[in-house]
């Protein structure tokens, strides 16, 4: 088996784990618990993700992630620790995403215990130097940890649709 299947079956069993987690944590969480500060606080994190990409601001987009968070990148690239996802941002956005503008419509969010959620979203991004006209769709899968009173992204992943998928099958958001 090769490294890339090897590493593709460990991030598919993570998600099907955190995604278990979130259905039993679910379950077994009380009901008299308010998690509405805790989903606005998440919410504005993602409308942060957006801003910062559409200014271009790396490192306010850096700054969502705790210090050792984890970004897996469409490619299955791997950056590790807020530097690197910053200067790897930074780096394609002097480039490549220079003119681009994502947006972002939250999909799911489900708490998987008191300090963690799993996040997914889908983003529509445009403006990518390579395919100036093409519209790109992906699915964004985040892990947000609270530390210290804050949420932050400790475990993220960026998968991009096929041109193949379908338009009922991917996120097309209504901007």
Request: glycine share 6%.
């Amino acid at each position: 088996m090769t490294h890339r299947i090897r590493y593709c079956l460990r991030v598919c069993l993570l998600i099907g784990a955190a995604t278990l987690c979130s259905r039993v944590a679910m379950a077994q969480e009380p009901t008299s618990v308010d998690r509405k500060p805790d989903r606005e606080a998440i919410a504005a994190m993602l409308g942060a993700w957006e801003d910062a990409w559409n200014r271009h601001d790396m490192r306010a987009f850096a700054s969502l992630f705790h210090d050792d968070g984890v970004w897996v990148l469409w490619t299955g690239d791997t950056w590790v620790g807020r530097k690197a996802i910053e200067d790897g941002h930074a780096e394609v956005h002097r480039t490549v995403f220079r003119n681009s503008i994502q947006r972002e419509r939250l999909e799911e969010l489900a708490f998987v215990g008191t300090d963690a959620a799993v996040v997914r979203f889908c983003s529509t991004l445009t403006g990518d130097e390579r395919a100036p006209e093409k519209l790109i769709r992906s699915r964004k899968i985040l892990i947000v940890t609270r530390r210290d009173s804050d949420w932050k992204i400790g475990w993220g992943q960026n998968t991009r649709f096929a041109d193949s998928t379908s338009d009922s099958s991917a996120c097309l958001s209504s901007q």
